[in-house]
């Protein structure tokens, strides 16, 4: 099974309208469709979603570091040979996103290969996960509107609240009138991508501490080493690290310095192979991990909940498994489905990606 190409196809979809949230907006998701081809005639599949405001990735960056740098290094390579592959993808630094495309369309090869769900290889507790949805920056009325449509139609109970905004108050009155709205039965939870600083988080949660919030997640930067670390110590809810604890080495740093007590695992940016040593990681620290999204498609849902649903830690809180709604369209031939607030692994060796070709003829943005 070796390497013989790799093929980066730039896509444009647009939202059905804007997210919002304290660090950036998208209207339209401009990733990148990657595929790994092999002399064994099996093509790994996986989608990059660049975040220039998080990661500083744009579509044109991860084509261009995929088929300049990357490719070259990889062709003629097994596809089994994983450690050399991140060997060498690790000689360049950042780019996350992309490594993590390559990685989850090499395991993609393998799942076929074995005949498995890449599921299954990566662990098989279950085929299913809990589904938490994401309710970004809207007046507190559309944005409760947004959740009970969001519950009644897809039967999701669990809502990542987009906060970070000034006046913090207004985020306030936003969490209490869908802490009001949704019942003491809904898990809610917060996620400040850094809008805040330290003590505008902590006024913030100390008039929230009567909303039963699951977690709260990073609601001033981790940057402010020393503001963090106070926030952080007095949090009476599991404070999550999300962008800033992007690798294995930078979550050793957040939890063990006091900045975190919780870590999202994004497979967008660390394929299966990070993810899974961050998760170990995690295990063995004895703090709670959480499915994060870096609002992928259709594609990179797919890879979230094969993950998620694949490890038994990861399967404790629900998963951040529903942005791709907020798509006005997808390239997967069959989209995916969520009901009663789950979302299944798809059936059939790899990953079950199979893409419309007439979809990416019609979004393609390479001419």
């Not at 919002?20 to 790994?36: D, K, Y």
């Not at 209490?176 to 898990?187: D, F, K, S, T």
Request: aromatic content about 6%; overall charge negative; some cysteine.
């Amino acid at each position: 099974m070796k390497i013989t190409g790799i093929e980066t196809i730039p896509f444009a979809i647009p939202y059905r309208k804007p997210l919002r949230f304290a660090s950036g907006e998208v209207h339209t998701a401009e990733h990148v469709l990657v595929r790994v081809h092999t002399d064994s005639g099996l093509t790994g599949t996986a989608e990059a979603p660049p975040r220039p405001y998080t990661y500083g990735e744009t579509q044109e960056s991860i084509v261009a570091v995929i088929d300049r740098v990357f490719a070259p290094q990889l062709l003629g390579l097994c596809a089994l040979e994983r450690e050399t592959v991140h060997a060498l993808l690790d000689r360049t630094v950042g780019n996350p996103a992309a490594k993590s495309a390559l990685d989850m369309a090499l395991w993609d090869i393998l799942g076929q290969a074995a005949g498995v769900p890449v599921a299954t290889l990566l662990g098989g507790w279950t085929d299913r996960m809990r589904v938490s949805h994401m309710v970004g920056f809207a007046p507190a009325g559309a944005m409760v509107t947004e959740a009970l449509r969001i519950r009644e139609t897809y039967g999701i109970t669990t809502f990542k609240v987009k906060v970070g905004r000034r006046p913090y108050t207004d985020d306030v009155t936003a969490c209490r009138a869908l802490r009001e709205a949704l019942g003491p039965e809904a898990e809610l939870y917060i996620d400040g991508n850094r809008g805040w600083t330290a003590a505008e988080s902590a006024r913030a949660l100390r008039e929230m501490a009567d909303l039963g919030l699951t977690f709260a997640e990073e609601l001033c930067p981790a940057d402010d080493v020393l503001g963090r670390r106070w926030l952080v110590g007095q949090c009476t809810v599991p404070f999550i690290a999300d962008e800033s604890a992007t690798r294995p080495a930078e979550v050793t740093r957040e939890l063990l310095g006091g900045s975190a007590t919780a870590i999202s695992v994004k497979t967008a940016r660390t394929g299966f192979t990070a993810s899974q040593r961050v998760l170990h990681q995690c295990e063995g620290l004895g703090v709670a991990v959480v499915m994060g999204n870096q609002i992928d498609g259709q594609i990179g849902t797919l890879c979230s909940v094969a993950f998620g649903a694949a490890h038994r830690s990861s399967t404790r809180h629900a998963g951040e498994l529903s942005n791709f709604l907020d798509m006005s369209d997808d390239l997967l031939a069959e989209p995916l489905s969520i009901a009663d607030g789950e979302l299944r692994v798809r059936e059939g060796a790899g990953l079950g990606i199979v893409v419309d070709p007439d979809k990416l003829a019609r979004y393609r943005q390479d001419g």
